[in-house]
C-alpha cells in the first residue's frame, strides 16, 4: 500500500464541482465564460461548502472539440485567461479553501499540436511514431474495424505519407501511441508543470483508452444489453481498454504522491462494470478515484441505484473511494434524463447523490435543477454530434451557460451579448431566487452539504442497505439513515426512530407520534439521524 486510507485524504467525502468554464462566467463580454469570471464567482461555491472544483478544457485548443483537442499542455487558451489568471484562481481558491482541479487529455492531441504537425510531415519525423499509424489494407481500405465516437472509421488516410492515422474521437483528435517511451516523458513534465503550479490534480479524460491494442485486431460486437465501452455498435476491446494501460497509471500515481499534499488522479473510466473500475485504482498505487459510469447510466429506480452501489462498494479495493455523479458535459442532465424536469425528483436525487459515502461532483448548474436546452441546429456547437450525428444527441444540451439571475442576459454575460450557447429558462431556474428562497433546490443542496461535512465526513465510506419495501431504498451512510421514496405515492418505512435531519420535500408530511413508523411523501427523501 503506497497510500492514503479512506477517509484520511482531502478528497475523502469531498464534493467537487465541475465547472464547465465556457458556460460559467464570462468576465469580458466576449460571450464564452473565462477564468477571471471563475474567480468572480469562487464566493458562490464557497457558499454552498465545494471542496474542489474540477474546471473543463483550459488549454489552448482549435475548439473542434471544445478544448478535448490541446494544441499546447502548458498553457491557457487566450479566450479563457492566461497562466497567470490560473495562478490567480488557484490562489484565490486556496484562499477560500478550495483546490482546482484541470482536465487532462492525454488520449490524444489536437491536430494542430506541433507533434502531430511534425508527425505527419514525413514517414521518418521524429514525432511519426508519437501517434499511431497503419498501412492501408490491400484494398487501400482502413487498417481495422475500428469507430470513432461518431460512428464512422476511426482512422483517416494521411493522403501525403500514404498511411492511416488512428483517431478514437473526430479526425482532427489524432489518438497518441502510448507505446511509444517518449510520450510517456512528454506527459510526465506536463504532469509535474502542473503539479509545481499547485494544481490540486487532473481529471483524466478517456483514462481507460490510452494503449491500443499492437496488433490492431478488429473489434468485436457490443454484447447485448451493455450500454457503456462502445461506439456504433462495437465493443471498444481492442481499441481501448488495454492492460497496458495500468502501468501509466502507477508511474503517475508515484509522481502524484511526490508532492504535497500528494496529487489527486481522477479517471474518466468509461467503463461498464465495477469488476472494470476497481482494476483501475490498483492495489491503491494506480488512479485515486475513477468516475462510475454504470450510476449515472443506471434507471432512476430504488433497484438499479442501490443495485450499482452495492455492487460498486463490494468491488472496490479495500479502502478505495467511490466517485458518484449524475451529470456531466457528455450527458443528458439528470434533471431531464431522470427526473422528467420535476424539481420534486431532482430534490431526491440530490438527496441521494450528497449522502452516499467517498467523492461526490456537482455538474455545474444541477444544484438549482438546470435542465436539458433544446439547442436548435443552427446554435449547436459540438461539432463531434452536431445535428444528431452518429445518432447521438448534440451535447450543447447540457452545457449551456449557468442561470446566475432571472434577466436576459442570466447574468452570464454582459447586456448586448450574445452567448456562446442559448440560455435556459432563466425565470424559473436561476441562483439568485433560490439563494433568497429556503426551500429551493439551491437551498437544499447546501443544506446538505452541510449535513454530509457533520454526518457522513470523516466516517471512513461506510455504508449499509437497510430492508425496505419496493420502490425504497434504506441506508445508513456515516452516522445517519437516508430513506427514499422512489414512487409517487406515500409510503411508510418501519423501525426508524430518530428525529428526521433533512427532508427533500418543501413541506413534510405530519410526523407520526414517535414509535410509529416513518410516513414519506410521494418522491421524499429524509435523512434520519441515528440515535447513539
Ligand atoms: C471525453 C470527454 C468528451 C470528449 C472526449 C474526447 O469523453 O468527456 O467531452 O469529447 O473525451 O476528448
New binding site residues.
Partial sequence: MTGHDRGTSWWSDAVVYQLYVRSWHDSDGDGYGDLPGVVDKLDYLSWLGVDAIWLSPTMPSPDH?WG?DVSDYVSVHPELGSLEDMDRLVAEAGRRQMRILLDL?P??TSDQHPWFVEARSSRGATHRNWYVWAEPSPDKAPPNNWLDASGESAWTLDAETGQYYLHN?LPS?PDLNWWDPPVHDAFEEILRFWFDRGIAGFRI??AHGLYKDAALRDNPPMPEGQLIGGTGGQEQRFSANRPETHAVFRNWRRIAEQYEPPRLLLG?T?VPDAEKLARYYGQDDELQLGFNFPFMVSAYTALELSNVVRETLGRLPVGAIPVWTMS???KSRFTTRWCSNDDVRAALALTILLTLPGTIVIYYGDEIGMTDVDVPLELQRDN?FLGGRGGHPSRDRARTPMQWEPSVTGGFTTAGTTPWLPLGDVSSHNVADQREDPRSLLSLCRQLVSVRRRHIKGCGGSYEQLAAAEHQWVYRSGDVVVAANFAGEPAEVPGLAGPVLFSSLKARLPEKPFGEPLRLAGFEAVVVQLWP
Fill in positions: 472539440d478535448y487529455v488520449n490524444h474521437f483528435q479524460d478517456v474518466e468509461c456531466n458535459h457528455d463531434m
